[in-house]
């Protein structure tokens, strides 16, 4: 049976690469008949596919504001070598690349905008009882209009505990949203200075309380997803609800070079395009 997706570019470094690295192998990806461009998501090698696709279904299911909605789910018969869900493609660097494109930790105003928008898709989710699970830097992508959270469910469908996670998943605690928090705290503490365990003096002063409440060791103490939001994106004046990651999103809230570097991303992919229509 032929896949109906082939593999066009690597979303992510190498493995081997230094600095965070995702729970998954990302790809951009062309459906055969070259109508359908997707970020073609697959488990690591060796991983178990059934997991892996549990919790893509679990996904597909799921409405939240600043995620890539899971489109489609390969099917139960696949097997490990052939296991994906995919997720409409746009333009997208994972945070750590993005760090690597800027050349340093990213200004305070973009990684307010991070926060806020993955804030904003923690509360929604824990409102419906739901752990994400999977919140790290490289499950973050940066797009011209506003970062995306990917890799849901990645600590429940991955033996790993990484050496960042919530200190109750390293002494084999089930995740919980505590520990969604906890991988924010992480993932602002990374975009901020390039560390996912900076000294405190290392931290922004504007964010400093924010991401040290996040990394609090006891669960209990860390802030909810909803007051971190508040803290990040107040409502303006004239609001009667909490604020939206969208408030923040004033021009120039991604640096140059990032934007740039989404410019090559979506350059390169449109000259394949024509090179693959001039070729047929």
Do not use: K
């Not at 690469?17 to 729970?23: E, F, H, L, V």
């Not at 055969?32 to 597909?60: H, K, N, S, W, Y």
């Not at 409409?88 to 806020?116: K, S």
């Amino acid at each position: 049976m032929e896949r109906p997706y082939r593999l066009v570019t690597r979303l992510d470094p190498p493995l081997s690469a230094a600095g965070p690295r995702p729970p998954y192998r990302r790809f951009v990806a062309r459906s055969q008949d070259g109508d359908r461009t997707v970020l073609l998501t697959a488990p690591l090698p060796g991983a178990e596919p059934g997991p892996f696709r549990g919790e893509a279904e679990a996904a597909q299911r799921l409405a939240v504001p600043w995620t890539l909605p899971v489109t489609e789910v390969s099917g139960a018969s696949a097997g490990a070598d052939d296991t994906w869900y995919t997720s409409p493609y746009v333009p997208a660097l994972p945070l750590p690349v993005a760090l690597a494109v800027h050349g340093a930790p990213l200004p305070e105003e973009t990684v307010r905008v991070i926060g806020a928008a993955l804030a904003e898709t923690l509360a929604a989710l824990h409102a419906q009882g739901v752990t994400h699970a999977g919140v790290t830097p490289a499950a973050v992508l940066l797009t011209a209009d506003g970062p995306r959270l990917t890799c849901f469910g990645a600590a429940r469908t991955t033996d790993q505990v990484e050496r960042d996670a919530a200190p109750e998943r390293a002494t084999g605690g089930l995740p919980r949203p505590p520990g969604d928090v906890h991988g924010l705290g992480t993932v602002l503490a990374y975009a901020a200075t390039g560390h996912t365990v900076p000294e405190r003096e290392e931290l922004p002063p504007g964010l400093r309380p924010t991401i040290t409440a996040c990394l609090t060791r006891e669960p209990a103490h860390r802030p909810a997803a909803a007051a971190l939001l508040t803290a990040l994106a107040p409502p303006t004046p004239h609001a009667t609800v909490l604020g939206s990651a969208s408030s923040l999103l004033t021009p120039g809230w991604l640096p140059a070079r990032v934007v740039a570097a989404l410019a090559r991303q979506s350059a390169a992919l449109l000259s394949a395009d024509s090179t693959e229509h001039h070729g047929n």
